[in-house]
């Protein structure tokens, strides 16, 4: 989930620690852990701080070591240490127990999302991604926001919180069930489907679509349970040349191919240089794919520049390239 739902999903799990009695019985206790489930509802996405070195490390890492089993264990353990001096009167066990649903819950919805974790780790690295809510949900983050605001009414946070939970979870249901009709319909349009992605968006009856079979690549969305196909592409191997494979060990190429399931490639040579790009089809966006890796290589394979992310016009990438071939 986003960052701003993680933070009021934190504020309500220290409500709903209220029906604790030691939470309940003790302005120490309760006070520390609602600071500690706000802490522990951010802290897996302190990764997000890669990004300021530079994209492929972002993707190749985000979400992975510090969502994995060992971190969920760890974190709880870290904020406990930093809190627990200043509130000596709090209830130690119940401080961590509620820290530790904080981190746990951050992990476990995050699975939901399309982007998924590595929530395995270290047993597996596998993606977990069940790809049902999207990162940033309205209607998700809406909910958290009228009960915080009840319980600034005056309402009991404890109740309300419980009442919302059970709430967020029927609609975590019908999210699942809604993926499942999707997933219905493309396979009555793609019958010989080796793999099918179905992400969702922002928008509660849109979902965006990849799928393939052994011969191509379709890419198309659903709309309240109607799905269309918008793009298909031939499924043409990734070809073992020389600056194919020189592009490879480019550090942004191989973060995207580390990230990317379904994705298509192109070679283009210019005067001077050669361009591999390769489009993750996931993420089609107004007829554009804007997640994409692109290694631009001298005459002797030698790299000039490269870059992988989101862009969302050819314009903006030949910034970030610094290159604009004639």
């Known amino acids: 989930m986003d960052t701003g739902t993680h933070v009021v999903m934190g504020i309500a799990l220290g409500g709903l620690a209220t029906l604790d009695p030691s939470v309940a019985t003790s302005h120490a206790t309760a006070t520390s852990v609602l600071i500690a489930t706000i802490a ?14 530079n994209n492929a490390i972002y993707i190749r890492n985000h979400r992975g070591v510090t969502h994995s089993i060992p971190a969920v264990l ?18 130690l066990l119940h401080l961590w127990a509620w820290t530790f649903a904080a981190v746990f819950i951050h992990v476990f919805v995050d699975i939901f999302n399309a982007y998924g974790t590595q929530a395995l780790r270290p047993f597996s690295s596998k993606w977990v991604a069940l790809g049902v809510i999207n990162t940033f ?5 809406g909910i958290h926001v009228i009960g915080i605001f009840i319980w600034i009414l005056g309402a009991n946070p404890g109740i309300s919180f419980l009442l919302m939970y059970a709430v967020i979870i029927a609609y975590y249901i019908r999210r699942y069930q809604a993926k499942k009709r999707v997933l219905v319909g493309v396979r009555a349009i793609i019958p010989d489907a080796t793999e099918i992605i179905i992400a969702p968006t922002m928008r509660y009856h849109q979902w965006r679509i990849a799928a393939m079979n052994k011969q191509q690549f379709f890419v198309g969305e659903a709309v309240k349970d109607q799905v269309e196909i918008l793009d298909r592409f031939n499924r043409i191997p990734v070809p073992k040349t020389p600056v194919i494979e020189a592009a490879k060990k480019d550090k942004n190429l191989s973060a995207f191919l580390s990230f990317s399931p379904v994705y298509r ?3 283009d040579e210019y ?3 050669y361009e591999v790009r390769f489009i993750d089809l996931r993420y089609r966006s107004n007829g554009h ?8 290589l001298d005459r002797d394979l030698n790299r000039i520049s490269s870059y992988t992310g989101w862009v969302f016009s050819e314009k903006k990438l030949r910034k970030k390239l610094s290159i604009i071939p004639s």
Not at 137 to 141: H, K, L, Q
Not at 289 to 296: G, R, S
């Open 271 to 273: 005067n001077d240089f």
């Open 289 to 296: 794919y804007p997640f994409v890796a692109v290694v631009q």
């Open 40 to 53: 522990g509802s951010q802290i897996p996405d302190i990764d997000t701080v890669l990004k300021l070195r």
């Open 74 to 91: 760890l974190w709880p353990l870290l904020i406990v240490a930093v809190i627990y001096p200043f509130f000596p009167a709090a209830n």
């Open 137 to 141: 949900d309205p209607i998700i983050f």
């Open 265 to 267: 490639w192109e070679v």
